[in-house]
């Protein structure tokens, strides 16, 4: 069996150690005779994952401890409501920032609770950079500022976090989380999808400051109340569990790569090797705001889009996969997760260097 280098931008690939170590324990999880994915969420033995996996988290992350960790469900998607349903506190209207293809469904999802100021949108500039913070025009009287750091689509990133005072800042860390060091106290709350930095797809990561938990409206549902799953220890109902097991041993993994400072060296380094040869070409074309582009997804065009066929068929007979572009966008995208090797980006970059030779 040969593995391919795969850019796809969730789900993503996985660390290799991670994936042998859950082939090694698949059929009999520590001497219990019985895989992870068999196991009662309540007996010890997962108990003791979760737990674990949790420890592991607050450790890599720096999380402080009056913030809770909880393992959900629904992807960041159910988090565009649950944000609104749990964090306005009686207020009516929240501050939204507009950067691209998550952000925009985000808007559209809490307009269904409440009054959403848009503070500031690059939807005129087709998505392609983000506003300076001192343009965006933040109501004080807003419950929360949300915003997207990294959109996975559009290939644009922020890499400042904004100052929002006193009013509680949540962001979607999707497509970035444990790319980097981590302020998580600058943050009210952080949520993330895990199918690109953490593990498996159907886990979700929410990262909330004890102080807003608890707050969900008479007629919000038990299971869409953070307080629901802070009380228990995000098993009210049957979580995620393989998914939880294999995001504790991507934790460990990251830990011994050096930690997330290691981490954002190496992701820095992969994604200026690739923004160095795009620009150098006259072949290929990446629309971003050099500023704002983002170390996680690089999206870019060919100057002969007819070759795009050609491009992607050679490229799976290379072992490059899962580059084309997202449909609303058109073109590649090559994501650089943690778990991407800096040698399957050197390889991407010379197949489009011998394409471009051939095609140019």
């Known amino acids: 069996m040969s593995r391919v280098y795969n850019f796809s931008a969730g789900p993503a690939m996985l ?14 999880w520590r001497g219990t005779g019985m895989s992870v994915m068999e ?37 960041a998607s159910l988090q565009f409501a649950m944000v609104p349903l749990n964090l306005l506190r009686g207020k009516g209207k929240a501050d939204y920032v507009n950067t691209g293809s998550w952000s925009t469904k985000a808007i559209k999802e809490a307009r269904r609770f409440c009054e959403v100021n848009v503070a500031a949108s690059s939807e005129a500039s087709r998505f392609t950079t983000i506003p ?45 989380i444990l790319s980097r060091p981590l302020e998580v106290e600058r943050f009210g709350l952080i949520y993330a999808g895990a199918q690109k930095n953490i593990g498996p797809a159907g886990l979700t990561l929410v990262i909330v400051r004890e102080d807003l938990v608890g707050h969900a409206g008479p007629g919000v549902p038990s299971m869409l109340d953070y307080r629901t799953h802070a009380e228990a220890g995000s098993m009210a109902n049957t979580p995620p569990t393989f998914a939880w097991y294999v995001a504790g041993l991507v934790f460990k993994w990251i830990r011994d790569q050096g930690g997330l400072a290691a981490m954002a060296e190496r992701n820095r380094r992969k994604a200026e090797k690739l923004y160095a040869f795009i620009d150098g070409s006259d072949f290929y074309h990446n629309p971003v705001d050099p500023a704002c582009r983002s170390w996680m997804n690089v999206p870019f065009t060919l100057a002969r889009p007819e070759l795009d066929g050609a491009f992607l068929e050679g490229a799976a007979e290379a072992g490059l996969s899962t580059l084309k572009g997202h449909r609303s966008v058109g073109g590649m995208r090559a994501s650089l997760y943690n778990a991407m090797p800096e040698a399957g980006v050197d390889a991407l970059i010379d197949y489009m260097a011998e394409f471009e030779r051939r095609h140019g």
Not at 15 to 28: H, I
Not at 42 to 71: N, S
Not at 146 to 152: C, G, I, L, R
């Open 39 to 75: 196991m009662s969420h309540r007996g010890k033995a997962f108990v003791a994952i979760a737990e674990e996996a949790e420890a592991e988290l607050r450790a890599l992350a720096g999380i402080p401890e009056h913030y809770e960790v909880l393992f959900l469900q629904g992807g």
């Open 15 to 28: 660390p290799e150690p991670v994936l042998e170590q859950v082939r090694e324990e698949l059929l009999d």
């Open 132 to 176: 300076p913070q001192a343009e965006w025009r933040l109501d004080p009287d807003a419950a929360y500022v949300h915003y997207t750091p990294n959109e996975t689509i559009g290939g644009v990133e922020f890499h400042w976090v904004p100052d929002t005072g006193d009013v509680p800042l949540v962001a979607d860390m999707s497509s970035t």
